[in-house]
């Protein structure tokens, strides 16, 4: 009997390892022999800890497992939630990245190959440089770390930069708030990371790979680890696949700076400094790592690169609309009742993706606000929840796409004290380099403080502070930290409001 | 309570200088070998030992200054060791939407402890974290390097300080 249990960090926070022991325990108080697959999560996160048993060749779903569940589970009499993949959550999607996660035990090569893994590494390894970076180019493929660059663009910028020496740094140092599928990916499929970064690393020509990972995600680290082992013993890395051509990798921990997803204050911790944002130009692409040129990609924009080399660029384009090609993988968090990563082709609407898919709220309450793209990222409250998923569609709406990371909020979000915290967190984050960010960050705190207050006159303060930040900060921390308070300021206007009348 | 009869053994050796000296070599030749360094150096000693820095600064070629700050740039990094249990809380929006502010509010008033304090009986620090990953299944929290999930004041510290 075969059965599956994810070993991702969010099914262990809900007490997947209570539940391999309770389900081994009864299985040998059976005397059943069964085989335990730990695999990365389907990412419906309200589900876990979900445990999936191969019933006539197909996986069938009960979850979210209790260990008591054990026993009704070997009797046949625990009510299940059918097969995982007719789960609409899970059908609805358009899984391209995230095809193998939650499929595969993430450290078995030959699973990951059966699955299709390493047929785009081969693939790009039969073509020449510059025709792999055509490729990229041409499935439209964006950074999708938050900025939205085109990877293609960036890729050849490196690749015909003269240097004897050249780098890909996959950036997996994902702070946003509400935010995870970097960790999911890492944690669930790590070697199409690596494929990933070593087609990249045959592109561009660069030898050697960076994974900079979070030091909060001790789950990610572990796993991301020894798939470097694996892939190294297998001959993925070092001479690729036998090609002759080299690349090898190592994953780096990050120290607990939220700054340090900023590439090029992430160039610096991973070169032994304070993570302090740098001035550009010059391009990472062109000075990046010790001041050679730098490939930085976020996880999933490179996780993404195996499947447009696998079933070709014109595959991958197909999906999505206007200039987001492709899929994204959008992670619903917070109050919400149906929680999870959803990854689909660009176009569905905001509110479709939140009331519809997602159902809400987990208390039952409405929806004030959803904050989309992290803790810079722009809230919009239920009157713009027609907005296309899309980085143009985001862009025009006042808000940023970001990491895709939607955090829901019900009617009793203090917007205030959210816009407050917008703040307080760009000050404890602040690399310290740009006055307006350093300084307008601690200010901004103090003016939202006399707002609460009642000082009707603070209110202009705030906007011209917010104005001096987002103009004048290097990079998007400063700069971004605007989006959030701006956004909760405009649309929720009464709760910035001077309560005199309440004083009267 | 007595509390020294309760508490778990304490696991981090006093700082050797030739510990240091070990550590350190691991990590010549790397490209940017301090971060590395650093976290294998508070691994092994629960924090960066102050004894640890002229040896630093001797291996990278870098001044104590140039240390003190990326020592000091980083909230990861300790001068001083940590309670025997080291409690984070999830402070991030998400975490928020479903009650993180009161979590963590009940927690760090059972323990009596603010932010970055550790109880007197040396038992727990409690830190902020800003973000585990865990958006849709909090608040969160983590113990002890393990994730918890959908984390209720009570069984968090029952956990740490039965």
Redesign the interface.
Known sequence: MKIYVPRDAAAKALGAEDVVRAIMAEAGARGLSVEIVRTGTRGMIWLEPLVEVEQGGVRHGYGPFAPTDAAALFDGSLEGLGPVEEIPFFARQDRLTFARVGRIDPLDLADYEAHGGLVGLRRALGMDAAAVVEEVKDSGLRGRGGAGFPTGIKWETVRTAPSPRKYIVCNADEGDSGTFADRMLMEGDPFTLIEGMAIAGIAVGAEQGYVYLRSEYPDAIEVMQRAVEIARDAGVLGDVLGSGRTFDMEVRVGAGAYVCGEETSLLNSLEGKRGVVRAKPPLPALEGFLGRPTVVNNVISLATVPVIFEKGAAHYAAFGQGRSRGTMPFQIAGNVKHGGLFETAFGMSLGQLVEDVCGGTASGRPVKAVQVGGPLGAYFGTAKFDTALGYEEFDGAGGLIGHAGVVIFDDTADMLGLARFAMEFCAIESCGKCTPCRIGAVRGVETLDRIRAGDGAATELLIDLCDTMKDGSLCALGGFTPYPVMSALRQFPEEFAPAREAAE | MPASQTLPPDTHADPDLGEVEAILALHSGR??????M??DLQEAFGHVPAVAHAPICAA?NITRAELH??IS?????RNAPTGRHVVKICR???????GAEALSGRVLGMLGVGWGETTPDGRVTVEP??????????P?A?VD??????VRAEALVAEVAP
């Open positions: 490209e940017g070998p301090l971060l590395p650093l976290h990278l700050g990326v740039f980083y909230h990861d990094f991030s929006e998400a975490c928020q939407a479903v974290v800003y973000c585990l990953g865990l958006c849709a299944c909090g969160a983590m390097g393990a994730v918890r999930g959908r």
